[in-house]
Each structure stands twice: as structure tokens, then as C-alpha cells.
T-cell receptor, first 113, second 111 residues
Framework: QQQVKQSPQSLIVQKGGISIINCAYENTAFDYFPWYQQFPGKGPALLIA?????SEKKEGRFTISFNKSAKQFSLHIMDSQPGDSATYFC????????????FGTGTRLTVIP | DGGITQSPKYLFRKEGQNVTLSCEQNLNHDAMYWYRQDPGQGLRLIYYSQIVNDFQKGDIAEGYSVSREKKESFPLTVTSAQKNPTAFYLC??????????FGQGTRLTVV
């Protein structure tokens, strides 16, 4: 079963717009929630991560919003640029446990000029 | 130049052959992982290891084998028992409880 559910599968946004990707999880033992960015033919790279003691984390144009009671978290990309076009994966893990990540199925973002 | 090195970048396998994918890291990370990536399915965990000479099965371990004889190396063998091996394989490493870093991947194709 999919431990982390991600939507939408694909997203097209105009340059300068806001891109929003959503994820939901079931396992309340998860306490680390990273987002990865992947360009074609490359490995994923860590973009931003959050732990559940905060509801929001911002790094530049990227913001994670976290809702512990709803077991949901989302990535917001402000002022989206064509260079942001990539596949984005959310993930979750128990950082004090097995330390392996459960990934969402990915969102292919296309930012059109 | 620290990081994770996967080789080869492209690999072709004939039916019935075993092939081994290399993963080396010089980040002094304790944990290493192998993931398989298929279109529309995200990343699925094959095996992981948190310490030398020990490893655990992930969600899709059937048809794969690993070894962890050295801290910096975690090779993956795709055996002939893996019926659908064509995929993009990603190796990652992390400190225990820390961020995971990925290699650039190996694309395996059955010919």
C-alpha cells in the first residue's frame, strides 16, 4: 500500500505563478518530511524538509506547509520559473527508526514562459 | 569531491544474466539504500543497510541481492529471478537519522 499519497500527478503553471503539490500520509510515527526535486536522467536532490514540530518552513521561493492533525503537507513554489520544471517527490520517514524514506509517486511540474 | 557515485550510468542485460550495479560513497554515512524508479510509481525501496555486514529487505527485494562488506560500498545485483528489471536504479546514503543523498542513477535495460 502507498504510505504517502501525492497529487497531482502533473501540473502546468505559468511563469510567475504559484505551484502547489500536496501529500498525505497515514503512519503517525513519521516525523520527517522532505521534498526532493528530480531533473530527467538525474538522481533526486533534497529541496526542503520539515519536522512536525513546526507548521511551516520557508526557503527562498519554496515553502512547506504541514498540518499534523490532518496528516497532510504541501509544497508551494512561489514565482514559479521555467527552471523549476522537474519532477517533485514528497517523502516521509521515522528518523529515529529504520531511517528509510517512503516516497510519493511524484508530480511532474512544467512551468511555461 | 564528496558524494555518491553510481556506475555504470547505462547497463544492458540479456535475458537470464545477473548484473551488478555499483554504488560508492565517501560521505562517511552509516546507512545506504537502493531504490527502483519506474514511470508513474515514484521510488520503491529494494534494500537498505545501516551497518557493515547487515542489510534489510525493502518493499520489492525479490530478484535482487546486496552486500555491505565496506562502509562506503553497497553493490546491488539484479538476478535472473527479477522478471522485469528494466528501470532506473538509484542508490542513496545518509547518516543515521539524517538527510539522504542520492547518486545519479543507473538505467538498466533488458535486451
Amino acid at each position: 500500500q502507498q504510505q504517502v499519497k501525492q497529487s497531482p500527478q502533473s501540473l502546468i503553471v505559468q511563469k510567475g505563478g504559484i505551484s502547489i503539490i500536496n501529500c498525505a500520509y497515514e503512519n503517525t510515527a513519521f516525523d520527517y518530511f522532505p521534498w526532493y526535486q528530480q531533473f530527467p536522467g538525474k538522481g533526486p536532490a533534497l529541496l526542503i524538509a520539515i519536522r512536525p514540530d513546526v507548521s511551516e518552513k520557508k526557503e527562498g521561493r519554496f515553502t512547506i506547509s504541514f498540518n499534523k492533525s490532518a496528516k497532510q503537507f504541501s509544497l508551494h513554489i512561489m514565482d514559479s520559473q521555467p527552471g523549476d520544471s522537474a519532477t517533485y517527490f514528497c517523502a516521509a520517514s521515522r528518523i529515529r527508526g529504520a531511517n528509510n524514506l517512503f516516497f510519493g509517486t511524484g508530480t511532474r511540474l512544467t512551468v511555461i514562459p | 569531491d564528496g558524494g555518491i557515485t553510481q556506475s555504470p550510468k547505462y547497463l544492458f542485460r540479456k535475458e537470464g544474466q545477473n548484473v551488478t550495479l555499483s554504488c560508492e560513497q565517501n560521505l562517511n554515512h552509516d546507512a545506504m539504500y537502493w531504490y527502483r524508479q519506474d514511470p508513474g510509481q515514484g521510488l520503491r525501496l529494494i534494500y537498505y543497510s545501516q551497518i557493515v555486514n547487515d542489510f534489510q529487505k525493502g518493499d520489492i527485494a525479490e530478484g535482487y541481492s546486496v552486500s555491505r562488506e565496506k562502509k562506503e560500498s553497497f553493490p546491488l545485483t539484479v538476478t535472473s529471478a527479477q522478471k522485469n528489471p528494466t528501470a532506473f536504479y538509484l542508490c542513496a546514503s545518509s547518516p543515521l537519522g539524517g538527510e539522504a543523498f542520492f547518486g545519479q542513477g543507473t538505467r538498466l535495460t533488458v535486451v
